[in-house]
T-cell receptor
């Protein structure tokens, strides 16, 4: 079991550009989550998939954010027209269908200049 | 009131002593609770999960849950400098499997 992986690990972009992040969950984990974390705070929930279905999306998430999990395996998170306030660590986690523990990937650190 | 509250610290504990980390939550419907450790610049790492009232032990770690008082704690015995990190408490919202997080307690183990 290789754990949750995320790509890229770091991303620096200019304001107004679009960025896309990828998450590969632990194999056979059917639930996948995206969180965002800023310094000194706990992770903030963004969205959640069960298999390929996006079941929940935070009200805090603007229309500039979109996530997909087309085949129920890997997921992508896209941010359009990035703003400086989007600078954060973007975390992906997965959990098995028969359990509640969430296992996190290493995260993608986004810096918007 | 935040849904999950932790003292931000820092909590300073001598090496070899017991570190005690505390967390309170507001949603009486929460049934599942988790402690994560997070080193600076890294992602959260699951340490313990607890679902029933009482104590749960795993090596040097003991999680305690008191649903009547809406209180969760983590004890670390024989603290080591490598235990220095931020410890995050999280409660599971059963309706959507979303974790509700505290802001974390920074723990410093002094050699």
């Amino acid at each position: 079991d290789t754990g949750v992986s995320q790509d890229p690990r770091h991303k620096i972009t200019k304001r107004g550009q679009n960025v896309t992040f990828r998450c590969d969950p632990i194999s056979e984990h059917n639930r996948l989550y995206w969180y965002r974390q800023t310094l000194g705070q706990g992770p903030e929930f963004l969205t959640y998939f069960q298999n390929e279905a996006q079941l929940e999306k935070s009200r805090l998430l603007s229309d500039r954010f979109s996530a997909e999990r087309p085949k129920g395996s890997f997921s992508t998170l896209e941010i359009q027209r990035t703003e400086q306030g989007d600078s954060a660590m973007y975390l992906c986690a997965s959990s098995p269908g028969n359990g509640y523990e969430q296992y996190f990937g290493p995260g993608t650190r986004l810096t918007v200049t | 009131q935040k849904e999950v509250e932790q003292n931000s610290g820092p909590l300073s504990v001598p090496e070899g002593a017991i570190a005690s980390l505390n967390c309170t939550y507001s949603d009486r419907g929460s049934q599942s609770f988790f402690w994560y450790r997070q080193y600076s610049g890294k992602s959260p790492e699951l340490i313990m999960s607890i679902y029933s009232n009482g104590d749960k032990e795993d090596g040097r770690f003991t999680a305690q849950l008191n649903k009547a008082s809406q209180y969760v704690s983590l004890l670390i015995r024989d603290s080591q400098p490598s235990d220095s990190a931020t410890y995050l408490c999280a409660a599971l919202r059963d309706s959507n499997y979303q974790l509700i997080w505290g802001a974390g307690t920074k723990l410093i183990i002094k050699p």
